[in-house]
């Protein structure tokens, strides 16, 4: 299909450790956002990238949480010396880009940190 | 700070009721406002967006209305099937910056045959 992907669909990793969670938006979007669903926190949003503009890094928790978007497309979220906290589904959304918009929304990558 | 709440929690109706679920946002300088669906286990699914200028939008049997001045939303299912059964989330655009969705907790259905 021409959705967004998400890889891994599942990971699970022990604490400590570095993980990286990849998304491939739908081809000629512009803009891309990550957002992360826990439990006890719901929907967040925790990075957004637009075109060659600088990333909106404002959501992300902690310096441990990083990502990157290279050529335009493919984005990869990087969470080091993971915490069991970090524990989540880490979900990617690409739109056309513009403010007017619908996000549409991968599957989503569920993290489990022991 | 914008803070974006749905009501009821849960709900569950026999197929065939109509229904109402509500979402409120504390601050009405938002540029849109989406529902989503969401499956146990998947992604989101967007249902309808209604930008700032509108009051209303439809797709099929769901009817979305948008009165931003009071900050509420309220998204209409007429006819409910069990098929409709899944977490519906609400969010908005604009207040918290650019494309950042900020999201309720969600109203979780369930229909019953």
């Known amino acids: 299909g021409a959705g967004v992907s998400q890889s891994p669909s599942n990971k699970v990793t022990e604490k400590g450790k570095d993980v990286e969670l990849r998304c491939d938006p739908i081809s000629g979007h512009t803009a891309l956002y990550w957002y992360r669903q826990s439990l006890g926190q719901g929907l967040e949003f925790l990075i957004y990238f637009q075109g060659n503009s600088a990333p909106d890094k404002s959501g992300l928790p902690s310096d441990r949480f990083s990502a990157e978007r290279t050529g335009g497309s493919v984005s990869t979220l990087t969470i080091q010396r993971t915490q069991q906290e970090d524990s989540a589904v880490y979900l990617c959304?690409?739109?056309?880009?513009?403010?007017?918009?619908?996000?549409?929304f991968g599957p989503g990558t569920r993290l489990l940190v022991l | 700070k914008q803070e974006v709440t749905q009501i009821p929690a849960a709900l569950s109706v026999p197929e065939g009721e109509n229904l109402v679920l509500n979402c409120s946002f504390t601050d009405s300088a938002i540029y849109n406002l989406q529902w989503f669906r969401q499956d146990p286990g998947k992604g989101l699914t967007s249902l309808l967006l209604i930008q700032s200028s509108q009051r209303e939008q439809t797709s099929g049997r769901l009817n979305a209305s948008l009165d931003k001045s009071s900050g509420r939303s309220t998204l209409y299912i007429a006819a409910s099937q069990p098929g409709d059964s899944a977490t519906y989330l609400c969010a908005v655009c604009g207040s918290g910056g650019y494309n950042k969705l900020i999201f309720g907790a969600g109203t979780r259905l369930a229909v019953h045959p």
């Open positions: 959304a690409s739109s056309l880009g513009g403010y007017q918009e619908t996000q549409y």
